[in-house]
């Protein structure tokens, strides 16, 4: 019989690549995975795994069992979603990925109304980059998340995980009020400006993007690229209450998301409305959107979404 626990170290090993990798990420040894991984190709009977020089790689058989493997996962978090079920009443400890803007402008909320309708419940909100969310729902750091995309940075089908969308944010251009051009009109039908003239504004001012690794970096870079240049970064900041600080310094120009608005605009920034959104979603391990603590968490989340977003296409 095929231990479910080994089957899950060669689920992850199949999607980060190495050994280390993977022991790192489980808090496991090098060689307590690399042990593992044997007895799972000794109770299969086949190998499992190739040398490739200093790493490893999946045999068909391995690849295969992959895709065994993360049936057997999903069953396992639909049949603990009816565990959960059947004993009423939620209990224990919810551990929660957000990013910075949703940590802020809408969890509280949600976190409240949790509270007052399952006191029992624990929820452990972790600031997470959606970059990293996959592995943390996948290696059981995180039962739930909050994830976005951008227009530029779509997301792409993570293996044993689900989702379902929250809400659709604007996305602007923050520019210095003073000392820089005025947007360019566009046609009415369209609703602005040209998003690319708009940028292209701009191709020769600093800007200021988040941190490298993070999609909100790559979304910059990638609608300056699309508008025909490579922004010249000077600041590389996460937070975007700093972005907005920074700009109406003078210090450069940036891409922010409807939440990273927030309370009245600095009369030292121009605001201006680009085509591109942001979408959240919710995500979870497959077979988990039934459990009754992903769900009543996810039924606070919609209804703390704020009226402006409530209306997106997220929800229809």
């Not at 565990?83 to 009443?89: I, K, P, W």
């Not at 820089?180 to 046609?187: E, I």
């Not at 922004?231 to 920074?246: G, K, N, Y």
């Amino acid at each position: 019989m095929l231990d479910v626990r080994r089957l899950r170290l060669l689920r992850e090993l199949a999607r980060r690549g190495t050994i280390a990798a993977v022991a790192e990420a489980l808090s496991f040894s090098p060689s307590a995975v690399s042990q593992q991984l044997s007895v799972l190709e000794r109770e299969a009977g086949l190998p499992l795994l190739e040398r490739t020089g200093r790493g490893v790689r999946l045999t068909p058989a391995g690849q295969n069992l992959v895709g065994h493997a993360e049936a057997v996962l999903e069953r396992l978090e639909r049949a603990d979603a009816d565990l959960a079920e059947a004993r009423g009443g939620l209990a224990g400890a919810l551990r929660i990925g957000a990013f910075p803007t949703a940590t802020r402008a809408i969890v509280p909320a949600a976190l409240t109304a949790l509270a007052r309708r399952h006191p029992g419940l624990e929820p452990m909100v972790s600031e997470t980059d959606p970059a990293a969310v996959a592995h943390a729902l996948r290696a059981g750091d995180l039962d739930v998340a909050l994830v976005h995309e951008y227009d530029f940075v779509p997301a792409e089908p993570e293996p044993g995980l689900a989702a379902e969308p929250l809400y659709v944010e604007a996305m602007y251009l923050a520019a210095p009020a003073a000392g820089t051009p005025a947007p360019p009109r566009g046609p009415a039908e369209s609703g602005g400006p040209d998003q690319g003239t708009v940028l292209r504004t701009h191709a020769r001012a600093p800007w200021i993007t988040a941190t490298p690794g993070t999609l909100c970096h790559a979304m910059t870079v990638r609608a300056c690229q699309a508008a025909g240049f490579t922004p010249r970064v000077r600041h590389q900041v996460d937070e975007f209450a700093t972005v907005l600080a920074l700009v109406a310094a003078g210090q450069g120009v940036a891409v922010v998301p409807q939440l990273g608005v927030t309370g009245p605009t600095d009369p030292a920034v121009r605001l201006t409305r680009l085509l591109m959104e942001r979408r959240t979603n919710l995500a979870f391990r497959s077979g988990a959107g039934a459990h009754p603590a992903v769900a009543a968490f996810g039924t606070a989340l919609r209804a703390a979404v704020p009226p402006d977003l409530a209306g997106s296409r997220a929800g229809t």
